[in-house]
């Protein structure tokens, strides 16, 4: 009789959660692939009928009258792939150093930065970029202070290039890799350091062979974490970016609310989520025997 | 530390590394106050007038043209704010209650779906938010369904439901079954158990989701901009409109009461844990 009415429980406790999600979050995954293969409509819409040719656009294959192969949108995916992976070496190279030096400081500073780590992670992301958007205008405060010491002779253009999303996205970005690298750093052995050095390692030898294997789970766990918004990201280039900073995410944006051609942007996001399942199956089902 | 010269080097990376995260803040609250408002960088003295002309208290004998933009969107702000509010409320309630009653039974019950459950849990925070918000805009618009607010409350619980069952989870791990089963064994039923036993331990991993689900809820932007109709603008989609409109000086104004409100909003969070550590 206990195990019937733990099944009683169990149910009333999962069944909210299950409809929930199953038809709010897989029915609309489910739409967007089934939309990735409708035909769109002239004035905006889509046809109920089966089309491949969205794919085609992109991958090479076009029918050469209503659709035309575009090489540019591939050099578009490659490149916010290239956009995200560089985001996340940067952060990883700002963030492991400081994530050292914060694990080694006395209790009391250690909380002190935690704590101004994680304070951007409450404040708003728009408010954040925007930031950015005056330092780095042609008459922003950065071209000012330039100009001001007289290290330059007329303003840099820095607003509305790749440097200036990839700044953003680094930006934006920092606190969720500094948390899992500071999780690995501050659990790390430190006797097996010395150990190391007492064997008569070099400084190389013992970040290569001791501290790496040891911290490995937070730098994988933080990458992915960065990698996976980055690839999508459509807000920071939409803000710092120009042409030729436009990403993945901005070309699905205007197939849903400029272009009104919602089958092509289901076909682009359908690719956008198959790289992050790749990342996540790659990564995540590695790091799992780790966990226990 | 073995080396001083090394650990001085990098403190100094460090010390640089937190004014890199620090400055741009620094920027908008120092400019906030500029006066200037033909170009916002260049300091032109000391001024209230851009808070002012956003709480509809904007000089009516100023310019005219400026006037009419700043009670224009004084209004809009307010009602922005209102619906931010009105759907981070709303949203965390749901995805307060939905994550905790996951979380507690992948827990306590042993079934073999559990492993499926822990990895679908993930999906929606995972998930690339351009891709949730496409496909809820699909899926609502398919369905004939109005984009309104109780639109964007559905897609935030979505995500947020995944952020509340982490953090809960975390806490269950910590927690001995032992007095959930000297509780039954006492005679207790399911519910008493769950409500006088196990809840109470959970309570700080459950304000701390809550907390996390509210602040995410507040400051969504990409999700909320697919889903939003025209009428039921949150603030953060507000603010990238007036953005992509063009840089003005309120935004500074508006800016920097968004990071006075989060300053605050993190601290109530610290103060929370600080005093759950003391009991």
């Not at chain 1, 575009?70 to 560089?86: H, Q, T």
């Not at chain 1, 694990?103 to 930065?113: A, D, K, N, T």
Request: charged content about 15%.
């Amino acid at each position: 009789m206990a195990r019937r009415r733990d099944r009683l429980v169990l149910a009333a406790l999962l069944t909210p959660v299950t409809l929930f999600l199953g038809v709010f979050f897989l029915v609309p995954l489910l739409t967007i692939a089934v939309f990735s293969f409708l035909t769109p409509g002239l004035y905006g819409g889509v046809e109920w009928a089966f089309y491949h040719w969205n794919y085609g656009r992109i991958f090479g294959w076009a029918d050469g009258i209503m659709e035309v192969f575009e090489p540019v949108y591939l050099r578009i995916l490659g490149r916010s792939l290239s956009f995200a992976a560089v985001t996340v070496l940067l952060c990883l190279i700002l963030c492991y150093p400081v994530a050292f030096w914060v694990s080694r400081l006395p209790e009391r500073w250690r909380l002190v930065f935690l704590f101004l780590i994680t304070l951007p992670f409450f404040s708003s992301l728009i408010v954040r970029l925007y930031a950015w958007l005056l330092i780095l205008k042609p008459s922003g405060l950065l071209n000012e202070m330039l100009l001001g010491i007289g290290l330059i002779g007329a303003p840099l253009e820095i607003l509305y290039t790749p440097t200036a999303v990839v700044l953003g996205m680094v930006y934006v970005m920092i606190p969720f890799m500094f948390l899992p690298l500071f999780a690995a750093v501050d659990n790390l052995d430190r006797s097996l350091i010395e150990a190391s050095y007492d064997l008569g390692a070099t400084r190389f030898q013992t970040f290569r062979k001791v501290i790496l294997p040891q911290t490995l789970p937070g730098i994988v766990g933080g990458s992915v974490i960065v990698f996976i918004p980055s690839v999508g990201n459509f807000i920071v280039p939409d803000v710092l970016g120009g042409a030729k900073g436009l990403m993945a995410g901005n070309l699905v944006e205007q197939q849903f609310l400029s272009a009104r051609n919602w089958p092509f942007g289901a076909a682009l996001s359908m690719l956008i989520m198959s790289v992050v399942l790749i990342v996540l199956v790659t990564f995540v089902t590695r790091l799992r025997p780790k966990e226990g | 530390m073995r080396n001083p010269l090394g650990w001085l080097l990098l403190t100094l990376f460090s010390l640089l590394f937190f004014a890199f995260i620090y400055a741009p803040l620094a920027v908008i609250i120092g400019y906030s106050f500029n006066a200037n408002p033909i170009n916002m960088m260049i300091w032109d003295g000391f001024t209230l007038d851009w808070y002012r002309g956003l709480f509809g208290f904007a000089d009516r004998t100023a310019d005219p043209n400026s006037r009419a933009l700043y009670v224009e969107s004084t209004d809009q702000l307010i009602a922005a704010l209102k619906n931010s509010l009105i759907v981070a409320a709303v949203t965390t309630s749901v995805s307060t209650v939905l994550g905790t009653a996951t979380a507690i039974a992948l827990a306590r019950y042993r079934f073999r779906l559990r492993g499926f459950y822990r990895g679908f849990l993930l999906l929606p925070m995972m998930m690339p938010d351009i891709v949730l918000g496409i496909g809820l805009l699909i899926f609502f618009v398919t369905l004939g369904m109005k984009l309104s607010l109780l639109t964007i409350i559905i897609g935030h619980c979505t995500f947020l439901t995944s952020y509340v069952f982490i953090i809960v989870q975390a806490r269950i791990a910590g927690i001995d079954p032992a007095l959930e089963e000297a509780s039954a064994d006492l005679g207790a039923s399911e519910w008493v158990t769950l409500r006088k036993v196990l809840l109470p331990q959970l309570a700080p991993g459950i304000v701390g989701g809550a907390l996390l689900a509210f602040v995410i809820s507040m400051d969504d932007l990409v999700i909320t901009y697919f889903i939003a109709g025209t009428d039921s603008t949150t603030l953060p989609v507000f603010i990238f409109g007036m953005i992509r409109r063009g840089v003005k000086p309120e935004i500074n104004a508006i800016a920097t009461l968004l990071i006075l409100a989060s300053v605050l909003i993190a601290a109530l969070g610290l103060w929370l844990r600080s005093r759950k550590i003391d009991k």
